[in-house]
């Protein structure tokens, strides 16, 4: 899109925001597009642009004189969207498309091109002047022909989709439709794998049907899907997890197994009526991505010897403690890959089973048929387990067992929801576990959440004002000799100037002196206190110590510690 255009060439400081606002009223005013008015105003040369893509984000350019349209190709793109996007088709080199675009960072223009002739764009940068002649030459707009404007093309979907009624459902979703829509999913499917989204969301935003990706924690919207495919997409989705495909009033849940680049890929799949229409949500589980040595989790030195000798303990409890997407069971599997051994019995507890993982038995928790938590934790222990790993303790019954079983020899591996390591022990003694047990159990408590990286590809150091600094609460010894970073936005992170994650943590090993504290009944703050005293790092304090290091930036600190 125009608009992450401009913003890169606003933080590559190639122009302003005076020049941007200035661009914006211009191309209203004239109807260009606004890299035509870019160059026609003078704002920026097309030599410039040229060695912008080219430097900043490895895009190379192409000379149309030089290269002969294949006419085959030529039909793959209709005028209306060659023109919409100021694009050409060149040729095609097996399942790729070499596509000369005026904007290389128009994501919404790669999408649609994929979409419609089922190839993987590979963009190339053509001059605005040249790209408008071969334009005019090879893909004229007809006013009084056969051709219709996009906008007359989108009003007139429009209308259809107003007068769709439910009995018209089968009819809408035509041979042709269902099969372009199926393509459209797998598109999309394959892209959030590829850019390690987390989940994929299909909503209708009025007359809209857009799809964003959680991408590093943050929901990116990606593109609209074509008006007139929006039924036969949500039926695509239904087909492939198992679902009603004739219910459109109840919530349906439902699993999809995909493959992508020889590696298996689970989808859990949700779908649930609004007023707009059926809202997607797929939640991408990709086993390899829990498979992660501790060492790259991002603990540090101390904090991962601490996790580590804990795991090696014979038995007692160890949790892991953050919010909803904090990467808690990315550690909890991280672990369990450690731990599993041929000698070793590992039994676990889970709603659902995510992933599946080799040599190790895995219980599925089913509420309809009451085999929950606790009734499942009684049958596991009948069969002698090394160790065991619980989900998620949710409730007193859950934890008790859990502490019974720690303290009759078995290594627990659980989840609980708190905001930090100390606050942890003060949930389990108001869900009603006696002090003395809680104090008797547990080994390690440790808390995490997850922040964004800064890109590597175009980092850069950053000086923050001083205000900024003041109002972060930043000491002079926290500051000292400390230099800042952040990404400036490229291809590599979709202009957002980060790209993956790493975790900050708490680590709270629970000492003899803490453990009277738990029994006495001490206050969340005494046990911070007194854990502190004893080389425990703070969440905040090692988000810090990233900062520092580069890793991430101060605002992913503000943002993850704040409330802590």
């Known amino acids: 899109m125009a608009k992450e255009l401009l913003n890169a060439l606003l933080n590559a400081r190639l122009i302003s925001k005076s020049q941007i606002n200035a661009i914006e009223e211009k191309r209203q005013e004239t109807g260009d597009c606004e890299i035509a008015v870019l160059i026609k105003s003078g704002h920026i040369s097309e030599q410039r ?26 039909e793959l793109i209709k005028p209306e969207i060659a023109n919409k996007y100021r694009i050409f088709p060149i040729k095609r080199t097996g399942k790729s498309l070499v596509l000369g675009m005026v904007n290389p960072l128009d994501e919404e223009a790669l999408a649609e091109v994929s979409f419609l002739t089922g190839l993987s764009p590979q963009k190339y940068y053509v001059r605005d002047s040249q790209m408008q002649r071969y334009l005019e030459k090879y893909y004229p707009i007809q006013t009084g022909g056969s051709l219709i404007s996009m906008e007359s093309q989108a009003a007139a979907e429009k209308d259809r989709g107003d007068l769709l009624i439910e009995e018209e459902y089968e009819e809408e979703i035509s041979f042709g439709t269902s099969s372009q829509a199926a393509d459209f999913v797998k598109y999309i499917i394959d892209d959030a794998v590829a850019r390690k989204a987390s989940d994929i969301h299909i909503e209708f935003i009025g007359k809209r049907q857009r799809v964003r990706m959680r991408i590093d924690g943050v929901l990116q919207e990606v593109v609209d899907a074509p008006g007139k495919f929006s039924l036969a997409i949500i039926q695509r989705v239904k087909i492939l997890s198992k679902m009603d495909i ?3 009033f109840k919530p349906q849940d439902g699993r999809i197994q995909w493959r992508f680049r020889g590696r298996d890929i689970d989808l859990r799949v949700s779908v649930i009526p609004t007023v707009l229409g059926e809202k997607i949500v797929m939640r991408i589980l990709d086993k390899s991505s ?20 804990a795991l090696e303990r014979p038995y007692g409890i160890i949790l ?34 995510e992933y599946n993982l080799r040599g190790i038995n895995q219980v599925p928790i089913n509420a309809e048929i009451g085999f929950d938590f606790p009734n499942a934790l009684r049958s596991l222990l009948r069969h002698s387990p090394d160790i065991i790993m619980v989900g998620e303790i949710r409730d007193t019954e859950t934890a008790e067992i859990a502490i019974r079983a720690a303290l009759a020899g078995q290594l627990v591996l659980s989840t609980i929801h708190t905001n930090d ?10 869900m009603g576990v006696k002090s003395f047990l809680v104090a008797a159990s547990l080994n390690l408590i440790q808390a995490q959440r997850l922040v964004r990286k800064i890109c590597s590809n175009c980092k850069a150091p950053f000086v923050y004002p001083e205000k900024f600094l003041d109002d972060v609460g930043l000491s002079e010894d926290e500051m000292k000799n ?5 990404g400036r936005g490229c291809s590599n992170c979709n202009n957002t100037g980060y790209k993956g994650r790493v975790a900050i943590t708490e680590v709270m090993p629970i000492s003899k002196k803490l453990r009277q504290m738990v029994v006495d009944n001490q206050s969340t703050a005494a046990l911070k206190k007194s854990a502190e005293q004893e080389g425990m790092v703070s969440m905040r304090d090692d988000a810090l110590d990233k900062v520092k290091k580069g890793l991430t930036t101060l605002e992913e600190m503000i943002r993850e510690t704040s409330s802590l």
């Open 49 to 74: 642009l040229m060695t912008f893509f080219n430097k900043d984000y490895g895009i190379q350019n192409i000379d149309m004189a030089e290269q002969n349209p294949d006419p085959v190709v030529l």
């Open 246 to 248: 004739s219910e459109h």
């Open 290 to 309: 829990l498979m992660v040595d501790l060492k790259d989790l991002g603990f540090s030195e101390k904090s991962r010897k601490l996790f580590e000798d």
């Open 320 to 353: 892991i403690t953050g919010p909803t997407g904090s990467g808690k069971s990315t550690t909890l599997y991280s672990a369990l890959s450690r731990l599993n051994r041929p000698n070793i019995q590992i039994v676990t507890v889970e709603d659902p089973v």
């Open 421 to 430: 390591a100390p606050s942890t022990v003060n949930r389990l003694i108001d």
């Open 482 to 486: 400390a230099v800042f970073y952040k």
